[in-house]
């Protein structure tokens, strides 16, 4: 008899068919994205997307991306494909050049480290502190590539209407400040930073601005087809310096799958590390990772190949439908509202506008109901990222909601903010 704990290594081996059975069933645990019962984590349209994803990145599961310059010509012919399709939708010109990260924190990471770089081997020697100017809400991963590499992070205080402060930007920026962050949209509210405004005044002082689209990349261009309000924010704008878009977001690729992408590729020569002091011989690499699944890449090139625009106006018109029900829906239940303006991104968030109505407390009870409420806490409100595959459940989520609102009104419920954003 085996009595190995299920915590330590076996002493023997499971056949795949009971690993597979114990794998199906610790998806119990989960929140069912299938049925859009979460709030993020998970982007996805359909099953034979979901197949066109296995198959290409099983396609590729052994292969090894720090290869692709020289044992795996393939992945690096893939790669330079998928830049030249994100080049053309993000309006880059002849001289961009990229990388392919991990996601959206590699990303930033990248572009702090570049701009970090390319400071030190132009600016004036000097022991100050390089910083980034930013908005407040500025993804948490400015921060954390902020920490990692010693620059500092100055967010401002926004506007009323939830977007980056242009004129407090301008005023904040010191011969130390080598990048300026502006969002496209951000993540907490869903509005578009005033980037053309930020753009003029950092080309004027040749200022490096990076634009965060790891959320909105690969559905705004849509969705402006589409003939959404979408702002401009892309390199049209003569001030964008890099612009990070997630392709494993509303690209719907597999996990792993992010760009950065530079307005100059010559930029890129302070981006990547190199070393020779070991015996083997020169290390190189663009990006923060060594080793990187080339699944993830092979997935990526699939599936911008098999959805192209019609396949991504599709899915962009099924997330942009959703988030519209799902707002005039909410506005329509007394005591609640979404927080404005709204309507230009699948990002939206709605608060309590009636005292007896604890707005965490319906979050509680919607995750009593087997969703997974988003809770932000300034202000208090529930926020929502909006999938094509909640198109199908809007009716769904408004009756369990509006149950839910009775319920809290009805008790005098109060619920608590989780602090933990992830």
């Not at 396609?59 to 991306?65: D, K, L």
């Not at 392919?100 to 030190?120: H, N």
């Not at 991504?312 to 439908?321: E, I, P, V």
């Amino acid at each position: 008899m085996d009595t190995t704990s299920a915590t330590s290594l076996p002493k023997k081996g499971s056949t795949w068919e009971s690993l597979k059975e114990q794998l199906n069933a610790f998806k119990s645990l989960d929140y069912d994205w299938k049925k859009g019962r979460l709030c993020a984590y998970v982007y996805y349209f359909d099953e034979d997307l979901l197949e066109v994803q296995k198959q290409a990145y099983n396609a590729y599961i052994v292969e090894n991306a720090l290869g692709l310059g020289g044992a795996f010509g393939s992945l690096a012919k893939m790669q330079e494909e998928i830049f030249e399709m994100a080049f053309g939708l993000f309006n880059a010109p002849p001289t961009a050049g990229a990388a392919f990260t991990s996601g959206g924190t590699e990303s930033l990471f990248e572009v702090v480290k570049t701009a970090r770089t390319r400071a030190r081997a132009h600016g004036p020697k000097h022991n100050r502190k390089h910083n980034i100017v930013a908005p407040y809400s500025a993804h948490p991963a400015l921060n954390k590539a902020g920490n990692l590499l010693d620059v500092e992070v100055r967010r401002l205080p926004l506007q009323t209407n939830y977007r980056a402060d242009a004129r407090a930007i301008a005023e904040a920026i010191d011969p130390d400040t080598i990048l300026i962050f502006a969002s496209a949209p951000c993540y907490p509210y869903g509005v578009f930073d005033p980037i053309a405004e930020i753009g003029a005044f950092a080309a004027a002082r040749s200022i490096w601005l990076h634009v965060d689209a790891c959320f909105g990349g690969f559905i705004s261009p849509f969705a402006k087809m589409l003939g959404y309000q979408i702002p401009d924010w892309d390199f049209t704008i003569p001030g964008v310096t890099s612009i990070s878009a997630d392709l494993h977001k509303f690209g719907f690729t597999a996990k792993g799958a992010s760009l950065v992408i530079f307005r100059h590729k010559e930029l890129q020569k302070y981006e990547r590390f190199e070393f020779s002091g070991w015996p083997r011989g020169t290390y190189s690499t663009l990006t923060f990772a060594g080793s990187k699944p080339g699944g993830s890449i092979a997935a990526a090139w699939a599936v911008m190949r098999y959805l192209g625009e019609e396949g991504y106006l599709r899915t962009t018109k099924a997330s942009m439908d959703a988030t519209m029900q799902l707002i005039r829906g909410i506005n329509a239940i007394a005591g609640l509202k979404c927080l404005e303006p709204n309507g230009e991104s699948n990002l939206y968030a709605y608060t309590s506008v009636d005292r007896c109505i604890d707005i965490m407390a319906v979050a509680d009870r919607l995750q009593s109901k087997g969703w997974y409420p988003g809770r932000m806490r300034d202000p208090l409100s529930i926020q929502q990222a909006v999938n094509p595959v909640h198109l199908k459940f809007v009716d769904e989520y408004l009756a369990d909601l509006r149950q839910a609102v009775n319920a809290v009104r009805d008790s005098g419920a109060v619920g608590r903010f989780n602090e933990r954003t992830y």
